[in-house]
């Protein structure tokens, strides 16, 4: 079974850090572009972060620059979304998914591969 599953949520005060995970079970992450996705409370989904296959290649939403890091370690299966400075606004269900790598990263149609989601909080 293909499938992906993302990590890390959680709750966290104003300022503060979490780490996402996303891990792939039942095909090879390592061949796909992963985007990170989230959705908050009456919006739309929006596109947070992109890394390619190689991890040449890195996007972020203007919202996150400066604030979020997507990495991916390939020999885990595992993409990572590090989040600091974290801001109320920031709250949402955020959900990983792996597709090829194209310049319209943001834009959901194109992934193949999508997870769960994991509730991020930010509240104090």
């Known amino acids: 079974q293909l499938q992906l599953v993302e990590s890390g949520g959680g709750l966290v005060q104003p300022g503060g850090s979490l780490r996402l995970s996303c891990s792939a079970s039942?095909?090879?992450?390592?061949?796909?572009?992963v985007g990170w996705f989230r959705r908050a409370p009456g919006k739309e989904r929006e596109g947070v972060s992109c890394?390619?296959?190689?991890?040449?290649?890195?996007m972020y939403a203007d919202s996150v620059k400066g604030r979020f890091t997507i990495s991916r370690d390939n020999a885990k299966n595992t993409v990572y979304l590090q989040m600091n400075n974290l801001k109320p606004v920031d709250t949402g269900i955020y959900s990983c998914?792996?597709?090829?790598?194209?310049?319209?990263?943001?834009?959901?149609?194109?992934?193949?591969?999508w997870g769960q989601g994991t509730q991020v909080t930010v509240s104090s």
């Open positions: 039942g095909f090879t992450l390592n061949y796909y572009a």
């Open positions: 998914a792996a597709g090829p790598y194209r310049s319209a990263w943001n834009e959901t149609w194109v992934y193949n591969y």
């Open positions: 890394i390619s296959s190689s991890a040449g290649s890195t």
